[in-house]
């Protein structure tokens, strides 16, 4: 995320010799705020902020934990699109230097929204909401009964965020 946009807060995750390395290596975390896990903490001192609780999760999971974390009622997921294609990574960076998996390999969307539906559990206070190319976008079976997620179209998005 941190090569094409500067958002406010980055989590770093994974193989510390892949993306990790990279985002401590490239003076990013000098002016922003970048929160990764302890071990990743010890191997590159300075750089980021320990994730509170450091539940183990993937960077979107965590991403949207820090958000409730920290307090806020209304949280949009773009990019939360999921796996619903066997052997194909929709992930924009996929196969890219320093990312993995490659945009061929089998991935399983299972942790993801096993994670992401312990979240909206957990933060049932919180408006989540899933931003797709349609309203009607598939939405993983664990997530329907979520009661504070719904989900809006890219132009529903447009209106209800004021862009």
């Known amino acids: 995320m941190y090569r094409d946009h500067t958002p406010d807060f980055l989590v770093v995750t994974g193989d510390d010799d892949g993306m990790v ?13 970048v929160y ?22 993937n960077s979107g999971s965590l991403a949207t934990y820090l958000a409730a974390f920290d307090g806020h ?10 796996q619903d294609t066997e ?3 929709y992930n924009c960076y996929a196969g890219s230097e320093n990312y993995q998996p490659a945009r061929h390999t089998k991935t399983s969307p299972d942790f993801f929204e096993l994670t992401m539906k312990h979240i909206f559990d957990t933060y049932s206070e919180v408006d989540f909401v899933r931003v797709m190319p349609t309203k009607f ?3 993983p079976e664990s997530w329907k009964f979520a009661q504070n997620l719904r989900q809006i ?11």
């Not at 290596?25 to 002016?31: A, F, L, P």
């Not at 179209?153 to 862009?163: G, P, T, V």
């Open 36 to 57: 990764a896990d302890a071990p990743h903490i010890q191997n590159h001192p300075n750089k980021f902020y320990l994730i509170p609780q450091d539940p183990g999760w």
């Open 21 to 33: 390395a990279e985002v401590a290596d490239s003076g990013y975390c000098d002016t922003h705020i």
């Open 153 to 163: 179209s890219f132009r529903e998005f447009i209106l209800e965020a004021d862009l």
């Open 137 to 139: 976008s598939s939405m």
């Open 73 to 82: 009622s209304k949280i949009y997921l773009l990019g939360f699109d999921g």
């Open 87 to 89: 052997a194909y990574n």
